[in-house]
């Protein structure tokens, strides 16, 4: 039986998601957590190593439905080795994205059947979702200007702009329709941002 609470962070690259996880977790180890921190893709051995495929760049184009099936392969892996034993134990999950990415980036950025994507996604995940995820909204052209000067770009970072525009509004339009999703704006002076962050955990889990 579930115990613990699991908590996500959603953001296009450049969004700040990095700091967000920090703010987060200090928060959550000052009210008495135990914490267990996941990034996705990856977070286990082996989803690690669909990480590192997935973010290669390579000669052969991967097809949209591979790489949706490898996000979920990798999540699938971290769902059952790591954040379903913490949440049974009473541990607090933070994860650096998880479940609402794909729907973002293979349905909105790849365009890619939502139809498809809701068969698998009840399919594999199991009633295991987050009970809050904050996702920091940041323009593509200026979250991409901040990826590029912390260094090379990976195979999706190398996408054009309109993939990241198409996948912003599927997060807005997803964090619209459905509850427990807090939208920052990530543009905002850092100092902004980690208020907002703490803002919106004391008035989810007061
Ligand atoms: P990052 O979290 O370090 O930015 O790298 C993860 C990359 O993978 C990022 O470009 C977003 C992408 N991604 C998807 O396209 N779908 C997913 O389901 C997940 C978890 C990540």
Redesign the pocket.
């Known amino acids: 039986m579930k115990k613990g609470q699991f908590v996500v962070i959603e953001g296009l690259?450049g969004a700040g998601?990095t700091t967000a996880v920090a703010t987060v977790k200090d928060w959550l180890v000052a009210q008495g957590h135990t914490v267990v921190q996941t990034?996705?893709?990856g977070g286990t051995a082996l989803a690690e190593q669909i990480r590192t495929l997935?973010?290669a760049v390579q000669q052969e184009q991967m097809a949209p439905e591979t790489?949706l099936l490898l996000?979920y392969a990798a999540?699938v892996q971290l769902l059952s080795q790591v954040i379903r034993p913490a949440l049974e134990r009473g541990d607090w999950v933070l994860g650096?994205?998880?479940d609402l990415?794909?729907r973002a980036?293979?349905g909105g950025?790849r365009q890619l059947d939502e139809a498809l994507i809701n068969k698998i996604r009840s399919a594999v995940l199991g009633d295991t979702r987050p009970d809050f995820t904050i996702y920091l909204d940041i323009d593509p052209a200026l979250g991409l200007a901040r990826a590029k000067a912390r260094g090379e770009l990976?195979r999706?970072?190398l996408e054009q702009l309109a993939f990241f525009q198409r996948t912003r509004a599927k997060y807005l339009q997803i964090a619209q329709q459905e509850p427990n999703i807090s939208v920052i704006d990530a543009s905002q002076p850092l100092v902004q941002v980690q208020q907002a962050i703490r803002r919106a955990l004391t008035e989810h889990f007061k």
């Open positions: 690259e998601k990034r996705e893709p997935v973010k790489e996000m999540r650096d994205r998880h990415s794909s980036y293979q950025g990976d999706i970072e």
